[in-house]
């Protein structure tokens, strides 16, 4: 297979020990051209031959972490870890991107965010100012996390949700829709203990529910779960009258 890129002699250590090797372009590919030099890379398992992906600018991807497809992690931006930014997705600015995490679809990571652990950032998702997004979190759809909000543990954030400001979206809190979040009183979870044991989100800006695989207003989860059962009825009414009076 012939090489897009290889590893120059001018090298980077890092505090830990580790020496990057800058990248330089074998031939024209996406915004690419021929001679171009990159940012900073361990080895070549870190950026595929294959596609458009690339690293620029100052930027660095080191341990087993991998760029592949038509990714592009530039600026000062770092992904180090067992990382994978990859499709089409864009770290930039000086984000960081380690452990476990995957970055992909049309994402984009950058300002000075944060994504670690084995959290999911993907489809057309922004995550940027200091968010940061860690856990077994997932952040997808539209969804945009900023300012200096945190999603973590095993959150989802999606559909067109916006976290931002202080916020902490964490447990096991969903946060759909076009639902905003900018403070801990935004949301409220909850624990089915009557029956299914799930847990469910109540998300005060829009007036939603997401329970399961359903999302809509407190009456319109009334209507369901008496149509489930009498109980779940009593119980899910209860709790939506708690909260919404």
């Not at 800058?22 to 940012?39: E, S, T, W």
């Not at 960081?96 to 057309?124: I, M, N, P, Q």
């Not at 909000?149 to 979206?169: E, R, S």
């Amino acid at each position: 297979m012939e090489k897009k890129y290889e590893l120059t002699d001018e090298t980077k250590p890092l505090e830990d020990g580790r020496v990057l090797y800058r990248i330089k372009a074998l031939m024209d590919f996406g915004d690419v051209k021929n001679g171009d030099l990159g940012g900073w890379i361990e080895r070549e398992f870190n950026l595929s031959q294959n596609g458009d992906c690339w690293v620029g600018g100052d930027a660095k991807v080191y341990g087993n972490a991998w760029v592949s497809d038509n990714a592009l992690v530039c600026d000062n931006a770092q992904v180090g870890g067992y990382a994978h930014v990859y499709g089409d997705a864009r770290v930039y600015g000086n984000a960081k991107v380690g452990g476990t995490a995957h970055v992909y679809g049309h994402a984009r990571v950058f300002g000075d965010a944060r994504v670690c652990d084995d959290a999911w950032v993907s489809d057309s998702a922004l995550v940027c100012d200091n968010a940061c997004v860690y856990g077994n979190a997932h952040v997808y759809g539209d969804a945009r996390v900023y300012s200096n909000a945190k999603v973590h543990n095993y959150a989802k954030v999606y559909g067109d949700a916006v976290i931002y400001g202080y916020a902490q979206v964490y447990g096991n809190a969903v946060i759909c829709g076009d639902a905003v979040v900018g403070e801990m009183g935004d949301y409220t979870v909850f624990q089915n203990t009557w029956s299914s044991g799930r847990w469910f989100t109540y998300t005060k800006s829009n007036g939603m529910w997401k329970v399961g695989c359903f999302h809509g207003t407190g009456n319109e989860l009334i209507a369901k779960a008496y149509a489930d059962s009498e109980q779940k009825g009593k119980m899910y009414e209860k709790v939506v009258r708690l909260v919404e009076g």
